[in-house]
Structure formats: C-alpha cells, structure tokens
C-alpha cells in the first residue's frame, strides 16, 4: 500500500482460498486488459469471460495469456459450458479446455436443466483434473428454489469436487439470490449460510449496495464476484473499510461510537 494507516482489516494473500475477487470480463481488448491488470492485479484473483463472449472476443488467446502470465486464472462462463451441453458437445467443451490451456471450469444450469445427479457426475469428471467452479441458482427469475434445495445442491456439488459454489446473480444482479429490486434474500442466504459454509462460496455480487451488504455480512475477505473492471478498486476499498459504507466497521469500538456521536451532535446543531 502507498501509506501506513491503522485499523486496516487483514487481507488473506494471493494465492487466495477466500477473499476472493472474480472480475467479469465482457469483451475488453487486449490493451484495456493490459490496463486492467496495471492497476488492478493484486486485487484479482479470477476472470470470467462473461456468458458465451470468449466466442466473439478478438484476440481471445493473447488475453488468456496474458491473464495467467500475471498470476489471474481465467475461465470460461458458464452459459458457454450450457450451449455446449445443450447441443450434445460436452467432449468438443472439454478439447475447447485444453486447446486455451484453461484449468478453470464453470459448471452451470442457470439457463438449461440439468438433472442434478448428472451435473454432479461432470463436476467429478472435471475435478479430476481442473479445478471446478459449479453454480447454483437460475437465471430465470420466475423459477423459485427453495432454502432447502440450494443447501442440498451446493452440499452435493462440492461433495463431489467444486472448488467453490457460486450463488447465482446474474450481471445485473436481479435473480438467485437477489430480489428483483436487488436487495438481498435475507431469509435464503441466512439458511444457506447456516448449514454452507461461507468460504466454500462465491456469492455475485454486482451492484455497490450488495457488496456492501456481503462485507458486512462476512468481512473483508468474503468471495464477490461477477464485479466490473472499474468497480474492483472501489470493491476493495469497501473490503478494507476506506468508503463510507464500511467506513466504521473496523475502527475500535469505544472510537467509532464517539466519532458517530461527534457526527450526530454536529448534525443537529446543523439543523438549529
């Protein structure tokens, strides 16, 4: 960091296993990825070419080189993995794996069904030897999982080799786990959370209000992703309580109370 401050939350260290940061990458040429990675590397740890754009981004192998040569893992969407499977073309996914040379994989049924055994069965295969990111929830707002059956399929994805679950949210941040106003499903993530645990997550997390509701919620080092190029910076200062939204939750607790009484005196003698 360029200074020394004090009450700072502790960052876990890349490589990380929690505190994870997932940047979504929706078609940035090869320069703003160069740019990117300038200023945002230590802050990244994974980058996901959005839904199925790794088909029409140009210069796809030089940015998936780039990527590794700088320590970030990149992968494929999920909903490439589903326009695969839903035309019969699982074994021509996996040649398309090692022709990028990619060992991160996305297993997801957000907008096909899959029979969850099944899923499960591919999560195994891939684990063998790749490195498995499976994904719960779907992308259809108007289909409802109950609390019980997201607690089911996660404990079952990762039972059989998932690195980390993802809670579906989609770019816009509207369905899964979210309400279609953005706020969170309070109810569903507190029973997905008693029985999951958090660090076996990564929750997407695309709009400020929720992931200033996950850094609350978990702390610094809780697994975000589906977050923008420009957002990573911000995200990590709300990590580390240097924005307004997490500005007192990690100050000393007899010192954040007399500064937040300093601040409620001066605002009524503002309105006197």
């Known amino acids: 960091m360029n200074f020394d401050l004090p009450f700072i939350p502790e960052r876990t260290v890349q490589p990380r296993n929690s505190g994870l940061t997932m940047m979504m990458d929706k078609g940035l040429g090869l320069r703003e990825a160069e740019h990117f990675i300038e200023a945002n590397l230590e802050f990244t740890d994974i980058v996901k070419f959005g839904f199925g754009t790794a088909y029409v981004t140009k210069q796809l192998v030089e940015k998936i080189k780039l990527y590794k040569e700088n320590g970030i893992r990149p992968y494929f969407g999920g909903t490439l993995f589903e326009v695969f499977y839903a035309r019969g073309k699982f074994e021509d996914y996996l040649r398309l794996l090692d022709k990028y040379q990619l060992d991160l994989v996305e297993v997801s049924d957000g907008s096909i069904i899959i029979n969850h055994d099944e899923k499960c069965e591919l999560i195994h295969r891939l684990s063998k030897d790749r490195i498995v990111l499976s994904e719960v929830g779907s992308k259809d707002s108007g289909i409802l999982i109950s609390p019980n059956r997201w607690i089911k399929m996660m404990t ?4 059989a080799g998932s690195w980390k679950v993802i809670a579906e949210g989609r770019e816009a941040g509207n369905v899964g786990v979210f309400r279609p106003n953005g706020s969170a499903h309070t109810l569903l993530i507190n ?28 702390g610094a080092n809780v697994n975000l992703g589906n977050i923008a190029p420009n957002e990573v910076i911000p995200l990590e200062c709300l990590r580390l309580g240097l924005r307004g939204d997490t500005f007192f939750d990690y100050l000393p607790k007899d010192f954040a109370e007399r500064l937040k009484q300093v601040q409620s005196d001066e605002e009524e003698e503002e309105l006197v």
């Open 156 to 159: 079952k994805e990762l039972e």
């Open 191 to 218: 029973k997905i959370i008693a029985k999951v645990k958090p660090e076996n997550i990564l929750w997407e997390a695309p709009q400020k209000n929720q992931q200033v509701w996950f850094v609350k919620l978990f």
